[in-house]
């Protein structure tokens, strides 16, 4: 079966920098299972995927426009130290969950700390790098009215959520 929209495909990923520094991979674990089409992985990848087959390998360079964007200069903001009530030793590199105006829940990095202020990133920390996968497709079928309804593709003993 070949890959496209609305299908589920499972695949093996070893993800690099263009360094060759190894980011992520799926070694030794389950395949990355997702519905195609459904916006699941970074859109450079899920393009290269479509016409796909079960067997098929490739390498794709996906640029940081076709994956997880730009650095956004207005996702990093300097915060009162105070802001973060309870935590005594706040280090660069530090992760957090921040509320939006709208009350969504944003990770956010802290990259920098003086006495006063705390820098945060809330940009992917992929954001503004080439993303190079080596990518073998392990399955592809049609996924269920459920997965379809729910946006993404559910394990071999459902949905857990």
Same mark, same amino acid.
């Given at each position: 079966m070949t890959i496209k929209h609305n299908s589920a495909v499972s695949f093996h990923y070893t993800l690099t920098d263009d360094d060759g520094q190894?980011?992520?991979?799926? +070694?030794?674990?389950?395949?990355? +299972?997702?519905?195609?089409g459904a916006g699941n992985i970074v859109p450079g990848l899920e393009n290269a995927l479509e016409g796909k087959?079960?067997? &098929?390998?490739?390498? %794709?360079?996906?640029?940081?426009a076709e994956g997880y964007g730009e650095p956004q200069p207005e996702l990093i903001q300097e915060v009162p130290r105070e802001s973060f009530q309870g935590v005594d030793d706040i280090q660069v590199g530090m992760q957090f969950? +921040?509320?939006?105006?709208?009350?969504?829940?944003?990770?956010? @990095?802290?990259? +920098? %700390? @003086?006495?006063?202020?705390?820098? %945060?990133?809330?940009?992917h920390p992929l954001a503004g790098k080439n993303l190079n996968f080596d990518v073998s497709?392990? &399955?592809?079928?049609d996924a269920t009215q459920e997965e379809l309804d729910h946006g993404h593709v559910h394990g071999? &003993?459902?949905h857990n959520h």
């Open positions: 190894k980011l992520d991979s799926s +070694a030794g674990g389950e395949p990355l +299972a997702y519905l195609h087959n079960v067997g &098929d390998s490739m390498t %794709v360079a996906v640029s940081a969950e +921040a509320q939006t105006g709208n009350g969504q829940s944003v990770p956010v @990095t802290v990259t +920098a %700390v @003086t006495e006063e202020y705390v820098t %945060v990133d809330g940009n497709v392990t &399955d592809v079928r071999p &003993d459902g």
